[in-house]
């Protein structure tokens, strides 16, 4: 996670809070929260290589797939959830949305924009576009429901999932009137508060 | 690697769970690796059902490796190098440490069936006393798998300032109605061993071996997977030439007649009713009016529990379970679910997935 987003979700979670992580990787936004705002956190992960850096870490994390676990984490006590970068690897991300406003009242949600125009441009080109946020080749992609800022916000609109705060990034992790005035075309992340 | 094999006695009376007293008792015990100065680097390895203190190495006298051989020693996963690691026999145990073989002072009989029943929180009470005498005030981490696994969880529960790791690994926080009916099974077959003698067969100078046999043979196929088994015997058939037993067909068959020989050989039948028993028994939750979060959270220690894909005597759902428990109870556990080929033996292995898991926990800061 690049550094300015880092700080976006480092100041929407509350000093104390018990948050839980999907897809949280190897564990350093959770180190990160729970040196710096004292959070009581949990990450949930899939793959046996980064649930060992959570380990070294010192970060507690649960092996578990998401698509099935979410729901597993309700009455757990939650203040908010986690989900960077992860909603476009799920199965069932509508459905996973839904529960994860079960699990904590507040989530917290980056998610790289398929709208951006370096990745249009790809698909100009008649290629499956590439990007810094979304590297990977069309072959190897864990991604399976990618969607444009314009789509996920639809989204929220018709599941009625409201949009506390929102940042738009551009492609190079900050804030710029461009990512802001016209994010579906120039901004490369989103990232939302929603509860 | 620094081997020290000592038996110690200690004065101290013991109120055991079930209100009886021992009034002084012994612990066969060994350690590897040296106590650091400030004995801020020791850790304890608990044994599962069947095992005992020889936990690695082989040391004078011993003609085996350690039960968990593949994971202790220097530079290996527990490195003997850095960490003092200690382990013993239980009490209730047969391989030294005071059980059902010990001569009772009383009547210098050995107690046989009268060795009062034993439960994993006794252990970990017998434990702390070791570690007073040790000096060690508080352990790096408490290890074990099975039955061992739960010592660990005991220890973290029962004393939360003693102990900064533990890891539970192929291990519940209670065992399942199928497993208790397992142990069962084996009971009665040890109890209707025409030399079992209602547990006296010492002081009648016989041994229920049969009995003993066949109820671990019993036992290790639950500690086995069918994949393992399969794929180690097939259905291939003996050869003549080295049969344990003329009937014997397979070379499964022959394999459980060898190891349920072995066993019967070196293990004690009351010691076996003794660990089932406390095996049965183990559920820490029943203090804490049957509420497991209750009872994890004034735990201070990191958690690291492990479950194996083909352990099926404790699946990874009981693994997952305590986790769950753990995080309503909002204390620091991980959980991690690992291929072992072995089924419930796996934790007894070496696997790089394993190995490094328990490795990192156990060096892990934070």
């Given at each position: 996670?690049?550094?300015?987003?880092?700080?976006?979700?480092?100041?929407?979670?509350?000093?104390?809070?018990?948050?839980v992580?999907f897809?949280?990787?190897?564990?350093?936004?959770?180190?990160?929260?729970?040196?710096?705002?004292?959070?009581?956190?949990?990450?949930?992960?899939?793959?046996?290589?980064?649930?060992?850096?959570?380990?070294?870490?010192?970060?507690?994390?649960?092996?578990?797939?998401?698509?099935?676990?979410?729901?597993?984490?309700?009455?757990?006590?939650f203040?908010i959830a986690v989900m960077?970068?992860?909603?476009?690897?799920?199965?069932?991300?509508?459905?996973?949305?839904?529960?994860i406003?079960?699990v904590a009242?507040?989530c917290?949600?980056?998610?790289?924009?398929?709208?951006?125009?370096?990745?249009?441009?790809?698909?100009?080109?008649?290629?499956?576009?590439?990007?810094?946020?979304?590297?990977?080749?069309?072959?190897?992609?864990?991604?399976?429901?990618?969607?444009?800022?314009?789509?996920?916000?639809?989204?929220?609109?018709?599941?009625?999932?409201?949009?506390?705060?929102?940042?738009?990034?551009?492609?190079?992790?900050?804030?710029?009137?461009?990512?802001?005035?016209?994010?579906?075309?120039?901004?490369?992340?989103?990232?939302?508060?929603?509860? | 690697?620094?081997?020290?094999?000592?038996?110690?006695?200690?004065?101290?009376?013991?109120?055991?769970?079930?209100?009886?007293?021992?009034?002084?008792?012994?612990?066969?015990?060994?350690?590897?690796?040296?106590?650091?100065?400030?004995?801020?680097?020791?850790?304890?390895?608990?044994?599962?059902?069947?095992?005992?203190?020889?936990?690695?190495?082989?040391?004078?006298?011993?003609?085996?490796?350690?039960?968990?051989?593949?994971?202790?020693?220097?530079?290996?996963?527990?490195?003997?190098?850095?960490?003092?690691?200690?382990?013993?026999?239980?009490?209730?145990?047969?391989?030294?440490?005071?059980?059902?073989?010990?001569?009772?002072?009383?009547?210098?009989?050995?107690?046989?069936?009268?060795?009062?029943?034993?439960?994993?929180?006794?252990?970990?009470?017998?434990?702390?006393?070791?570690?007073?005498?040790?000096?060690?005030?508080?352990?790096?981490?408490?290890?074990?798998?099975?039955?061992?696994?739960?010592?660990?969880?005991?220890?973290?529960?029962?004393?939360?300032?003693?102990?900064?790791?533990?890891?539970?690994?192929?291990?519940?926080?209670?065992?399942?109605?199928?497993?208790?009916?397992?142990?069962?099974?084996?009971?009665?077959?040890?109890?209707?061993?025409?030399?079992?003698?209602?547990?006296?067969?010492?002081?009648?100078?016989?041994?229920?071996?049969?009995?003993?046999?066949?109820?671990?043979?019993?036992?290790?196929?639950?500690?086995?997977?069918?994949?393992?088994?399969?794929?180690?015997?097939?259905?291939?058939?003996?050869?003549?030439?080295?049969?344990?037993?003329?009937?014997?067909?397979?070379?499964?068959?022959?394999?459980?007649?060898?190891?349920?020989?072995?066993?019967?050989?070196?293990?004690?039948?009351?010691?076996?009713?003794?660990?089932?028993?406390?095996?049965?028994?183990?559920?820490?939750?029943?203090?804490?009016?049957?509420?497991?979060?209750?009872?994890?959270?004034?735990?201070?220690?990191?958690?690291?529990?492990?479950?194996?894909?083909?352990?099926?005597?404790?699946?990874?759902?009981?693994?997952?379970?305590?986790?769950?428990?753990?995080?309503?109870?909002?204390?620091?556990?991980?959980?991690?679910?690992?291929?072992?080929?072995?089924?419930?033996?796996?934790?007894?292995?070496?696997?790089?997935?394993?190995?490094?898991?328990?490795?990192?926990?156990?060096?892990?800061?934070?």
């Open positions: 996670m690049d550094s300015k987003l880092q700080s976006i979700v480092l100041n929407w979670i509350p000093n104390h809070s018990k948050v992580d897809g949280c990787g190897d564990g350093n936004l959770l180190r990160i929260l729970t040196d710096q705002k004292s959070v009581i956190g949990y990450g949930v992960e899939n793959d046996p290589e980064k649930i060992n850096a959570c380990i070294i870490n010192g970060v507690s994390v649960i092996q578990q797939d998401i698509d099935d676990g979410i729901q597993n984490y309700k009455g757990m006590g203040d960077a970068s992860s909603i476009q690897c799920l199965r069932k991300p509508r459905d996973a949305m839904k529960n406003l079960k009242n507040k917290v949600i980056t998610l790289p924009n398929f709208g951006n125009w370096e990745l249009r441009l790809g698909i100009l080109n008649g290629k499956m576009p590439s990007s810094a946020q979304l590297p990977a080749k069309w072959y190897e992609t864990k991604n399976l429901h990618l969607c444009t800022i314009a789509d996920f916000e639809e989204l929220c609109r018709d599941e009625s999932f409201v949009i506390k705060k929102k940042v738009y990034l551009n492609r190079r992790g900050s804030s710029s009137l461009l990512a802001n005035t016209f994010p579906n075309l120039f901004a490369a992340q989103a990232v939302y508060l929603i509860g | 690697m620094k081997t020290v094999s000592e038996k110690i006695s200690f004065g101290d009376s013991l109120t055991l769970e079930s209100g009886k007293v021992l009034s002084g008792f012994e612990l066969m015990t060994e350690t590897y690796g040296k106590l650091n100065s400030d004995k801020t680097n020791a850790v304890l390895v608990c044994h599962a059902f069947s095992g005992n203190h020889h936990a690695a190495g082989i040391s004078d006298g011993e003609t085996k490796s350690g039960w968990w051989d593949e994971i202790i020693g220097d530079g290996k996963t527990i490195d003997t190098t850095k960490f003092f690691v200690v382990s013993l026999n239980n009490i209730g145990g047969c391989h030294g440490s005071s059980g059902p073989t010990t001569i009772a002072a009383e009547s210098g009989q050995p107690y046989g069936a009268n060795f009062p029943e034993v439960s994993v929180s006794d252990w970990v009470e017998a434990q702390k006393l070791l570690a007073d005498h040790l000096g060690i005030n508080c352990w790096e981490m408490v290890a074990g798998g099975s039955l061992g696994g739960m010592q660990a969880l005991q220890w973290a529960i029962s004393y939360p300032e003693k102990i900064k790791k533990a890891a539970i690994i192929a291990a519940s926080s209670k065992i399942s109605t199928q497993n208790i009916a397992l142990n069962e099974v084996a009971r009665e077959i040890i109890k209707k061993d025409e030399h079992f003698h209602n547990g006296d067969y010492l002081s009648k100078g016989e041994l229920p071996k049969n009995g003993l046999k066949a109820a671990r043979m019993l036992g290790h196929i639950t500690y086995l997977s069918e994949s393992n088994m399969s794929k180690r015997f097939g259905r291939k058939l003996q050869d003549p030439e080295n049969k344990m037993d003329a009937d014997v067909n397979y070379e499964v068959e022959n394999y459980l007649q060898y190891k349920g020989e072995q066993f019967s050989k070196t293990f004690d039948a009351n010691s076996y009713i003794l660990m089932t028993k406390a095996m049965d028994s183990f559920d820490p939750a029943k203090d804490f009016d049957n509420d497991l979060v209750k009872c994890l959270q004034n735990i201070q220690a990191k958690l690291l529990i492990a479950s194996f894909d083909s352990d099926w005597l404790f699946p990874k759902e009981y693994g997952l379970d305590i986790q769950m428990s753990a995080i309503k109870a909002g204390i620091n556990s991980a959980y991690i679910e690992l291929d072992g080929d072995y089924g419930h033996d796996s934790f007894l292995f070496y696997s790089d997935q394993y190995a490094a898991a328990l490795k990192n926990f156990l060096n892990s800061n934070g």
